[in-house]
């Protein structure tokens, strides 16, 4: 298996334009986790889901965020509009049953 | 909320000796123990776990221990190696739904030849 497959890897735009991010999880898990990485505030659950549907969002810091799932091979997180403070590694993760977390390679992401 | 505090935040130790990571957790109802190593510009991987009716395990030259009534658990590294070196963190799973992980800070570790 390919693992998790997490695209673009880099991106840089600028402040007031969409960033999508994209997630592949590994074939058959059924949980798919984003996370946000920074040195302030480390590493961050945003939302996960479960069977394609969202579970916890709770993470999610405005609503110029926004996830989906529409199916078991493909997630992707939103920003609209981009901000300078939204700069940071975003990782993708999936398991099966709850069980270990598997990490994308992530998409280091600098909005200026 | 639950909450999980990782000590030290880094760490610096000569090849050959032990290091040891500790975290606390806040909520009993926690029953799974991951712990990651990041290695700079990688992702985080997974290294070793325990789950709450384990009160150690070991892998090779990493062991884990878990102490439920003081609500903490340690990462014990033996025979330190420079390829070591990376940021450790631990997670424990949230009490109220298991399949959601709360991060520790991360401990930088590193390993002098």
């Known amino acids: 298996d390919a693992g998790v497959i997490q695209s673009p890897r880099h991106e840089v735009t600028e402040m007031g334009q969409e960033v999508t991010l994209r997630c592949k999880p590994i074939s058959g898990h059924d949980y798919l986790f984003w996370y946000r990485q920074t040195m302030m505030r480390g590493l961050e659950l945003l939302i996960y889901?479960?069977?394609?549907?969202?579970?916890?969002d709770s993470g999610m810091p405005e609503d110029r965020f926004s996830a989906k799932m529409p199916n078991a091979s493909f997630s992707t997180l939103k920003i609209q509009p981009s901000e300078p403070r939204d700069s940071a590694v975003y990782f993708c993760?999936?398991?099966?049953?709850?069980?270990?977390?598997?990490f994308g390679p992530g998409t280091r992401l600098l909005v200026l | 909320g639950e909450n999980v505090e990782q000590h030290p935040s880094t760490l610096s130790v000569q090849e050959g000796d032990s290091a040891v990571i500790k975290c606390t957790y806040s909520d009993s109802a926690s029953n799974y123990f991951p712990w990651y190593k990041q290695e700079l510009g990688k992702r985080p991987q997974l290294i070793i776990d325990i789950r709450s009716n384990v009160g150690e395990k070991k892998d090779q030259r990493i062991a884990v221990t878990l102490n439920k009534t003081a609500k903490h658990f340690s990462l014990h590294i033996t025979e330190t190696q420079p390829e070591d070196s990376a940021v450790y963190f631990c997670a424990a799973s949230w009490a109220y739904n298991t399949d959601k992980l709360i991060f520790g800070t991360g401990t930088r570790l590193q390993v002098f030849p």
């Open positions: 993760a999936s398991s099966y049953y709850g069980e270990t977390q598997y």
């Open positions: 889901f479960n069977n394609n549907v969202p579970i916890d």
